[in-house]
């Protein structure tokens, strides 16, 4: 935690923000000065100090995942190449689909995915979704369009042309609520102005911000606009991997098990309006997920 500092040289005061992290077996720090008083905007210094070292560390680690995972890729088979990619593809189906309500199991999606076999007693709107949202992973991935309104709007309605033909494709013109949350989503009139904004947003920062930074942010600021009537997780989390793919750094599966951590750091930054909360929050974990090529 930063903390200020003060110092007396000859009589006079002197104010420093300093912040001490460890290393391994050292410890760093950081000043900052202040000046001879104390400023009255000290608590967004001191975020924009943190800011700055976790941003170096963290990306760090993370540019030496990418720089390892793509070494991985190059000595891979394609066979294996192809089938790690199929099982992200399912993990990260059933994952996204359940934190939004479905009631596969991994089992069941595994078997409908990759074997063509269809779950019993179970709604056959969830299969439908699986199988359309493992479809338009894959489509995606592929594509050589860049993010527009067009393009979400598009994926909206390949994932739910068959099980919600009424809001597929289409930019809601109604309130719509959180079930359970503390954040209430945009009025109709905003949606299309923020939606605007968000896609300037992403042109200007496309080749500015680091990658994963840029996913994580494209994640929540989309998700936060909830344009859509249903599915605004599911698509935010595919212009996740959208922005990750294209930049040719490992895909992120936010695991339903895992879920809770992630509603409280989509949240927290939404009512906050502080969007650090959620971006360090993905940034340690996507790291601690992709630790292994850290070694």
């Known amino acids: 935690m930063a903390a200020i500092k003060k ?9 420093y923000l300093e ?4 290393e391994g077996k050292k410890v760093q720090k950081k000043e900052v000065y202040l000046g001879r008083k104390i400023p009255s905007n000290i608590e967004e210094i001191k975020k924009n100090l943190l800011d700055g070292i976790y941003r170096k560390k963290w990306y760090a680690d993370v540019d030496k995942i990418r720089k390892n995972f793509s ?17 992200f593809a399912t993990n990260f189906t059933y994952d996204t689909q359940r934190i939004e309500g479905s009631t596969l199991t991994r089992r069941e999606t595994a078997d409908l995915l990759e074997r063509g076999i269809a779950p019993k007693n179970k709604p056959m709107r969830d299969a439908q979704e699986a199988e359309a949202h493992r479809d338009l992973f894959f489509e995606i991935l592929k594509s050589k369009k860049d ?47 923020m939606l605007t904004e968000f896609f300037q947003w992403y042109n200007r920062n496309k080749n500015k911000l680091h990658p994963v930074e840029l996913a994580a942010l494209g994640h929540l600021k989309f998700v936060t606009i909830h344009p859509f009537g249903d599915g605004n997780g ?7 991997n959208f922005i990750l793919n294209k930049k040719k750094y490992p895909m992120f599966d936010i695991q339903y098990e895992g879920r809770n951590g992630y509603y409280n750091a989509v949240e927290r930054s939404q009512v906050k309006k502080e969007d650090r909360i959620f971006l360090q929050w993905f940034v340690k974990r996507y790291i601690k997920e992709y630790k292994r090529y850290l070694k």
């Open 19 to 22: 912040h001490s992290m460890r």
């Open 71 to 87: 070494n991985n890729q190059k000595a891979m088979p394609k066979s294996v190449k192809e089938k790690e990619l199929e099982d």
């Open 147 to 193: 993010l527009s309104l067009h393009e979400v709007e598009e994926w909206h309605w390949k994932l739910f042309n068959k099980t919600k033909a009424d809001i597929a494709g289409k930019i809601r013109k109604y309130q719509v609520t959180i079930r359970g949350g503390k954040f209430m989503p945009p009025s109709p009139v905003e949606v299309y102005p």
């Open 7 to 15: 110092k007396v040289v000859k009589g006079q005061t002197y104010y």
């Open 234 to 240: 599911r698509i935010s989390r595919l212009v996740m």
